[in-house]
Every structure is written in structure tokens, then in C-alpha cells.
């Protein structure tokens, strides 16, 4: 155990000089433990379900890089897939056959996609899924959530206006009002506000964008009848509908979030789904998808022009395949599922037994939990949780070396490398800690 005072705790010099040479010494600002503070760890390297600390120190880790590591770290399959593809070539920035593997393996589980383009970040995803819903439509208003993330694109980094007749308000300087003007910010789970939204803008929408199952607001599903009601208006006034599944694709289930949708909404499908992190394995890897008519409006076949350098890179398909591949083996996911549940529910009987009011919710490889009596349904409520809380625990955890985000709004991962043991191990540190939480 390391605390962050200790003199002899070597992620300190390491975060200053970071501090001289990076802004806020991380490459992304949730890295930096500015909402919990303290001292960010600076891994050295990582295996399994751990990652060790400058201090050598070892964390289980709940994060696997904010989802993509679902087999754990250095997966042997992987690491010898992605060895293979780096002596073959790093680059190339023309075709190879292993684009087409990963794309029919990919579409292969996802049905609602005949066509894929690989690119690689969610960010540029979900800003080029955008653009061809605007290019497909001939529209420019969209709509998204409060509470859902879908990368730093100018047109996404905005918050609600005063009302549903004004558009969105740009939640990053250096985003002129003009470039998110087009985007409509409505509340989670709202079935009124969307069909209002509908009613009054319905005809000059292009899309609406969600994350089916929000991990950017913890875990908080969207109801079956508000994502009925998003399918039905977006089918009724020409819109298409974008499923955000970066966090979800093939990390609560093989067939995504939708295919979870499926089973209570005969015949969903979304008409956009973008992906990332699990597709990559941990190398920089994401794409979207759909319909082939929707996807043929993409360069160089169709108007809407969309490209990338080192976009279907040899080495990152190499570890997405091999990932996929791994993932697809018979009970995967049934046992992924029943790990994580076993510490959802471990940590529910946790905070019980010292009479901390606590909800969790987990999907797949997915888990949320809040200091909250129930489970929220969108952001407003998330952020009913008392934040100073919320940081007693993560600090706790962290000093009994178990790593989650470290902001009450990030969903945790379970990987296929976490033993009964680690889960145990975590719910005893975290009984631990409720013991000492402040009551409210
Ligand atoms: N969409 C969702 C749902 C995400 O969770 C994220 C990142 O966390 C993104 C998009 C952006 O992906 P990236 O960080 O790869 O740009």
C-alpha cells in the first residue's frame, strides 16, 4: 500500500514531470483523478486481471482500458497474433486480406450491418457516422442524450438548452455555438420529451445517437419502451437511428446491445451502430456500419467523404481478430456474465451488511453500481450521488489495491481474467471501506 503522501511513492515524480510535458501530465483529461484527486498510477505493465504501479505495487484492475481489454491483459492468443502482424508490416495504407477477416467476423454477429468502415478511435466513429447520416438524409439536427458520450466531435460536445425549441449549448470552449446548433440535447429515458422533440423537429432530423446501455453515466440501461418509441419515431419521420455500442459492442453480449433489444422488440435494428474498443483488443481500432444502401453514400463510392491513414491498420486488426475469436468460444459469455454478476452482487451484500444505500446493475462484461437507493435513469439522477462518498470509496479501494474509474460516472469491466478470487478479494475490501463511509 502506497499512499499518496508517502515521499517514497514514485508515481508522484512521474505525474510531475508529466504535469511539465502534457497538460494535466494525462493524453485524456479522466486519467488525471481530478474528480477524486490524488496521485494517478502510472502503470509499468500489466497481465491478466492486475497491472503493476511505478511502485510495483498491484492493482486488480476494473478499468481494462476503459473496455477494451475483455480477455484480460496479455492475452497469449492476442499478444502472438499482434507479434505476428507487427514482423509482417506496421502500416501499409493499402488493403489487406485481414480488413476483410475482422469485417465478416464482425458482420457475421452484428446482422443490422451489411457494410463496415474501420477506423480508429470510437471518437471518429461516431463523427463519421454523423456525417453520413447527415450526407444519406439531407438533413442537419440530430439528437443525443444527456448523460451519453459518444467522443470529443465538435457537433456531440454540447448540453441541453433552456428548452426543446432551442438546440444544444457547446460544452467545450473552442466549439462555436454555430456548430452545435444543429444538435438536440433531450433527458434519458424521457418517452414525453422525446415525442415532443419528434413532433416539433421530426422532419428536419437526420439522426439520433445513443448509447443503448449509457457507460458514460455509469451504467444506466435505456428502457425497452423508450428504445421501442426511438425505433418507431425515427422510422416515422425519416431519421436514422445510431446505436452507439463502442462500450457495448461485444462486451455485454456477442450480438451487442441490440441484440439484447431484439429479444423484446421484434425485429430492432438500428440503422447506424459505430463500434470500438472490444473490435480492437486494446489496439487503436474502431468502426461504423450498416445497411449496404446507407453505407454506399461513403467515399469513394458515394458523396460523403470519410478517410484515415492508418485506418484497417495490419497490427490493430491482428488484435481485434484475435480477440473476436477468443471471445466467440462457446460459454464466453455466459461466464463473463456470471463473474460480473457474482461482484455486482457481492457488493450489493457488502454495502448491506454496513448499511450503505448502494444499487449495481451489470450486462455481460459490464457493471455499474452507485451510492444511490435505486438505480437511476438518467443523468440528473446519476449525479444525485454524493460525490465526496463516491471518492472515500474509490480511494479506499485504490489503497487496497482494486482499481475503478476514478469519476462516478464511468461503467466498470470484468475481463475473462478476473478468478472467483479477485471478485472475492474485491468485495472484502469494499465491506471494508463501506464500513468507514460517512452515512449520509
Ligand atoms: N462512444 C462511447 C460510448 C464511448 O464510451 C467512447 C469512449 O469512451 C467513445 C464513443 C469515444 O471513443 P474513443 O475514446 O475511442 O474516441
Redesign the pocket.
Known amino acids: 500500500m502506497t499512499p499518496n503522501t508517502d515521499n517514497t511513492d514514485l508515481n508522484i515524480p512521474l505525474f510531475e514531470r508529466a504535469k511539465a510535458l502534457i497538460p494535466g501530465g494525462v493524453n485524456s483529461p479522466v486519467r488525471a483523478f481530478k474528480a477524486v484527486g490524488g496521485t494517478p498510477r502510472f502503470v509499468k505493465r500489466a497481465r491478466g486481471a492486475y497491472f503493476w504501479d511505478a511502485n510495483d505495487q498491484r492493482f486488480i484492475d476494473y478499468i481494462g482500458s ?1 473496455g477494451p481489454m475483455i480477455l484480460g491483459h496479455g492475452h497469449p492468443a492476442v499478444l502472438e497474433a499482434v507479434q505476428q502482424a507487427a514482423l509482417e508490416g506496421l502500416s501499409f495504407g493499402a488493403p489487406t486480406e485481414r480488413e476483410l477477416e475482422l469485417a465478416e467476423a464482425i458482420l457475421h454477429l452484428l446482422p443490422s450491418m451489411q457494410m463496415i468502415r474501420l477506423v480508429s ?4 466513429a ?1 463523427m463519421s457516422a454523423i456525417r453520413l447520416a447527415r450526407g444519406a438524409t439531407g438533413r442537419s439536427k440530430l439528437i443525443k442524450f444527456e448523460g451519453c ?3 470529443h466531435a465538435d457537433a456531440l460536445l454540447v448540453k441541453a438548452g433552456s428548452g426543446l425549441a432551442t438546440f444544444g449549448n457547446a460544452t467545450s470552449a473552442g466549439v462555436p455555438a454555430e456548430v452545435v446548433q444543429h444538435t438536440l440535447v433531450l433527458e434519458y429515458n424521457s418517452i414525453e420529451q422525446l415525442e415532443r422533440a419528434f413532433a416539433l423537429h421530426g422532419k428536419e432530423l437526420a439522426c439520433l445517437i445513443i ?1 443503448p446501455i449509457a ?2 453515466m455509469n451504467l444506466v440501461r435505456a428502457s425497452v419502451p423508450f428504445m421501442r418509441r426511438c425505433r418507431e419515431l425515427c422510422s416515422e419521420y425519416g431519421a436514422l437511428l445510431v446505436l ?1 455500442e ?2 457495448t459492442g461485444f462486451r455485454v453480449a456477442p450480438g451487442g446491445a441490440q441484440s439484447l433489444y431484439a429479444r423484446d422488440i421484434p425485429g430492432f435494428q438500428p440503422d447506424l451502430t ?1 463500434l ?1 474498443k472490444v473490435i480492437g483488443g486494446g489496439m487503436p481500432l ?1 468502426a461504423f456500419g450498416g445497411s449496404r444502401a446507407l453505407m454506399e453514400h461513403l467515399a469513394p463510392l458515394g458523396a460523403v467523404y470519410q478517410a484515415g491513414t492508418l485506418s484497417g491498420n495490419p497490427v490493430a486488426t491482428a488484435c481485434g481478430l484475435a480477440t473476436l475469436r477468443a471471445i466467440g468460444q462457446p460459454g464466453f459469455f455466459a461466464a463473463l456474465s456470471a463473474r460480473t454478476r457474482a461482484l455486482v452482487e457481492g457488493l450489493r451484500g457488502a454495502a448491506a451488511a454496513e448499511g450503505v444505500a448502494f444499487s449495481a446493475d451489470s450486462e455481460g462484461g459490464m457493471f455499474g453500481f452507485f451510492l444511490l437507493p435505486a438505480l437511476p435513469r438518467n443523468y440528473a439522477q446519476v449525479l444525485q450521488t454524493d460525490s465526496a462518498r463516491f471518492n472515500q470509496l474509490f480511494h479506499g479501494l485504490l489503497e487496497r489495491g482494486i482499481y475503478i474509474a476514478p469519476a462516478l460516472y464511468e461503467a466498470g469491466f470484468v475481463s475473462a481474467a478476473h478468478s472467483d478470487e479477485d471478485i472475492a478479494v474485491t468485495v472484502a475490501a469494499a465491506r471494508e471501506v463501506f464500513k468507514t463511509l460517512a452515512k449520509p
Request: glycine residues 28%; charged residues 15%.
Open positions: 476503459w478511435s470510437g471518437t471518429e461516431g458520450y459518444h467522443g448509447e457507460g458514460n452507439d463502442v462500450m459505430v470500438g474502431a
